[in-house]
């Protein structure tokens, strides 16, 4: 059953942020959106011309940023933090510790760019660290949509949520959704964009759309079914979800534009051996290196994030 | 090098900056053009490092705190003789060294920069090892104006004046802009001077496209005895380019084919005239 892919519509996931926080904003005034000159890169022009009263610019001082935030949010306001989340989670980690996490100030923090969508301006502008160090701070939800819809759906949640959230997503155009069946989306459940029942990828962000396109071209030329879940949030896991898909001890590959180390695939690791499982499993990340240099495209082919690095990857579970 | 060579050393490094930036289609190109004067006079009539010394712990250092403007610094370097400056038609490609930012893979870069605000504090251990270690060398750092809205780098003001610094030099590229906005818009700055004089510093402004100021100004280090130099370049962001001075988007616009003949043809016009 192959998925109808939904057309790579080429909207960036970080357009529609922009474009959902505008719809939020319209109707709600305790929307605020806090900027480290990053309101270009936010893609929130718009916003600021149509909301002015509503957002408070910084300057390039992202540690500020958190902490203004954490000041905002304790004061009832729905405060969204929108920075590279490069700068975002590794400048400003103490204050999204204490002043948002431990403090249990709701902020809403926005990783902008996330991963190595800056591709060639390197490590500095790379963040292959967030999922890891946020995964270690209690009281913080750690969410990467991988389509439009997601995206969309996230952030309005997000909105409605009393406790710290941080959202990354990347500048590329992504489909606006990845499956059309599936129209329904809660923080901290898996969506399930594509079924098949011999072998899984778990993956999360803008890796999904490979392990997508890798599964169909695994079910037309393999004949291999592939499950893929978009695992959206990160933290709290959809523990019941990798409960089910494990049962059926085909191979489990998880996927993600993030480090190797103290991310997704280590997490669904972590979970599914302690809980007795053996399926033959392969985490695919960016490996413990420095990081090749060149686009994002590049850098996820490098890697085997890609289409045909995913196949390969497969095979080698399923014809050992 | 004369006054005259320094005027058409920046011609020169201005077409290379624009021809690396097109040829990659990547780029800060208003904050490069800012600041290559600068960086021309640093290289070519103050510093002691050279491709020959670069391993020498004596030479003096320079690191670039306004590391997105990457593509001046290595047409100098490039010119300093550090590499073949054909390596820089790799600038941004996949596999390349030569990335959009500050990397020590390069000879003649110090220390990778990029994310902004870390490079005053390193200047100032450089500052501190050279005292302890009695080296005579002196320590330069370029920072940006919106880069200044990073509370690290006053940590660091804080700290070069309390260990009386006058080894170290910050040069600040005052452009007045930065991606959103101009520094009043987004995060005021004024009064920089009492600021820093303030922290301890000891300031000076001046015109960051004049080589004979530049000059003459990083001649006369330290300012004075005990304290650190803290140089206000005024500086214009896309300086030599008219359709790009002093406008947003060419912070990290990169020209079509028209707009980079156009630039190139202005360019040769300014030569001329210094020529003349
Ligand atoms: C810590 C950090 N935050 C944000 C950025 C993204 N960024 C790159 S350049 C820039 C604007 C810099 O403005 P300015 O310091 O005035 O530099 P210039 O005008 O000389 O280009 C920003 C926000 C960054 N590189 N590092
Ligand atoms: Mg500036």
């Given amino acids: 059953m192959a998925t109808e892919v939904i057309k790579t519509a080429e909207t960036a996931n970080l357009e529609v942020f922009s474009a959902t926080l505008q719809e939020l904003a319209a109707h709600d005034r305790d929307i605020l959106v806090v900027t480290s000159d990053s309101r270009g890169s936010g893609k929130l022009g718009p916003f600021g011309v149509k909301f002015p009263d509503q957002i408070i610019e910084v300057g390039i001082a992202e540690q500020n940023l958190v902490g203004v935030a954490a000041g905002l949010a304790s004061m009832g306001k729905k405060a969204f933090a929108v920075s590279p989340a490069c700068f975002l989670t590794a400048r400003s980690l103490e204050q999204i510790k204490n002043d ?109 759309l490979p392990c997508v396109k890798a599964a169909d ?57 302690q809980k007795g499982f053996r399926n033959s499993f392969k985490i695919v990340a960016l490996p413990d290196e420095h990081t090749v240099s060149g686009s994002q495209t590049e850098i996820f082919e490098h890697y085997g994030i890609s289409e045909k690095g995913l196949v390969q990857t497969a095979l080698s579970l399923i014809q050992p | 090098m004369t006054i005259q060579e320094l005027e058409l050393k920046s011609v020169e490094y201005r077409e290379k900056i624009l021809r690396y930036i097109y040829n990659a289609k990547a780029g800060h190109t208003g904050g490069s053009l800012s600041v290559v004067d600068i960086l021309n006079v640093l290289y070519n009539r103050i510093m002691n490092v050279s491709p020959e010394n670069f391993h020498l712990n004596e030479r003096d250092r320079y690191v670039q705190s306004k590391g997105h403007c990457v593509e001046a610094l290595y047409v100098v370097l490039a010119d300093q003789g550090f590499f073949p400056e054909e390596d820089l038609l790799t600038l941004c490609r996949y596999q390349s060294p030569y990335i959009g930012h500050p990397t020590k893979k390069i000879k003649g870069v110090e220390q990778n920069t990029g994310g902004l605000g870390h490079g005053l504090a390193i200047c100032a251990g450089n500052a501190i090892a050279a005292k302890k270690d009695g080296l005579p060398l002196k320590v330069f750092t370029i920072m940006g104006d919106g880069e200044l809205a990073e509370g690290s780098n006053w940590e660091a003001f804080m700290l070069a004046s309390h260990y009386k610094l006058d080894n170290l030099c910050a040069i600040l590229d005052y452009n007045k802009l930065q991606i959103s906005g101009t520094n009043t818009e987004v995060m005021g700055l004024e009064p920089i001077d009492k600021k820093l004089e303030a922290f301890g510093w000891a300031v000076r402004h001046v015109d960051g496209h004049n080589f004979e100021e530049l000059t003459s100004t990083l001649e006369s280090l330290p300012f004075e005895t005990g304290k650190p130099s803290f140089i206000i370049a005024h500086t214009t962001k896309g300086k030599g380019v008219s359709y790009m001075e002093n406008t947003l988007k060419w912070h990290h616009g990169v020209p079509d084919k028209e707009q980079y003949a156009a630039a190139m043809e202005e360019l040769e016009g300014i030569r001329t005239k210094i020529l003349e």
Avoid: W
């Fill in chain 1, 100 to 208: 948002v996490a431990y403090s249990d100030n709701p902020v809403k923090l926005i990783g902008i760019s996330a991963g190595v969508s800056y591709g060639a301006l390197g490590t500095t502008h790379h963040s292959l660290h967030d999922y890891a160090v946020l995964r270690a701070i209690n009281n913080i939800t750690i969410i990467a949509p991988a389509d439009n819809f997601e995206t969309a759906e996230a952030i309005r949640q997000a909105a409605e949520t009393e406790s710290p959230v941080y959202i990354r997503f990347g500048k590329k155009g992504m489909p606006d959704n990845l499956s059309r069946q599936i129209s329904e989306f809660r923080i901290g459940k898996g969506r399930v964009v594509r079924e098949g029942g011999d072998l899984t990828f778990v993956a999360t962000g803008e890796a999904v």
């Fill in chain 1, 217 to 273: 071209l695994l079910e037309q030329t393999y004949n291999v079914r592939c499950k893929v879940i978009s695992m959206h949030t990160i933290k709290p896991l959809d523990e019941a979800l990798l409960f089910e898909t494990a049962g059926n001890n085909q191979p489990i590959i998880t996927v993600e534009e993030h480090s190797v180390n103290g991310g997704l695939g280590e997490a669904v690791a972590s979970f599914l051996f």
